[in-house]
């Protein structure tokens, strides 16, 4: 069976939701671990994080022994990450579906846009993903913004004329188990009657996030640093909603 390729995106208007390490971690384990043929095009331009912090790996690992013995040993290549605007996205999108005679589909492309819809380009290319994926964190604001734009996006893209997008889901990150508040609730509920999804797994708020080797773009995440994030969980519901298994 011939496998499709998928086009995803963690998306959300305002700035300190995850996003992009989300794609980082996922892409990473999909490739490590899960054996998929996955890319990331950063579109977020100017600051192309993702693809600036790629440059920043290769070149530790150029100038450090033990790094380029440890690259020696993972006996697979890395994962491309491409570098475009969101003006040139869609059809940046485009050339990761031309292959050469025989060559296996991406099965993942993972896309990370500014975080703003009023970007040129962005709305765009948002259309012509498979699916978008919203990171949610207990902040009215940002809340508020997520749902407008979940509607926004329900109500204009999905379902309408050469739109490719077939699916929003919102979820919970950076969650402080300990605080108690009905936001979370609340929210649901106004998510469920404006008939939108939320995903059941929820990413609970830890420093191990920041770490640099967590965020690697090259080197596998330690077990021991994924343990207990729920990021697992995650990235296998989010699979199981684009219908993409291992290989």
């Known amino acids: 069976m011939t496998r499709e390729t998928k086009f995803i995106s963690f998306f959300n ?3 300190g939701v995850g996003k992009s390490t989300l794609e980082i971690l996922m892409a990473s384990y999909c490739h490590n671990v899960l054996g998929l043929k996955v890319a990331i095009l950063d579109a977020d331009y100017p600051q192309l994080n993702i693809h ?4 920043d ?5 150029r100038k450090n022994e033990a790094y380029q013995q440890a690259f020696a040993g993972l006996g697979k290549p890395v994962y491309p990450i491409a570098n475009t605007n969101p003006a040139e996205s869609v ?5 990761f579906l031309e292959l050469e005679a025989g060559e296996e589909p991406y099965d993942i492309v993972f896309v990370d846009l500014p975080g703003t819809i009023n970007t040129p380009g962005v709305l765009q290319t948002i259309s012509q993903l498979d699916h978008i ?3 949610l964190i207990a902040d009215q604001l940002v809340i508020k913004s997520s749902l407008e734009f979940g509607l926004l996006v329900n109500d204009n893209l999905i379902g309408k004329p050469n739109v490719n997008l077939k699916s929003l889901h919102f979820f919970w990150n950076n969650v402080v188990k300990s605080e108690k508040s009905n936001l979370y609730d609340v929210s649901n509920s106004v998510i469920g009657q404006a008939g939108l999804n939320c995903l059941k797994t929820v990413i609970g708020q830890s420093v191990k996030f920041r770490k640099p080797e967590f965020r690697s773009t090259i080197f596998p995440m ?5 343990k207990d994030t ?5 990235i296998e519901e989010v699979l199981a909603q684009i219908n993409v298994s291992p290989r």
């Open 13 to 15: 208007q305002k700035g």
């Open 230 to 234: 729920n990021m697992v969980p995650l």
């Open 222 to 226: 330690q077990p021991a640093l994924i």
């Open 91 to 95: 059809k940046e999108m485009d050339i």
């Open 52 to 55: 600036k912090l790629r440059e």
């Open 57 to 61: 790996e290769i070149n530790m690992v």
């Open 133 to 135: 994926f919203i990171p």
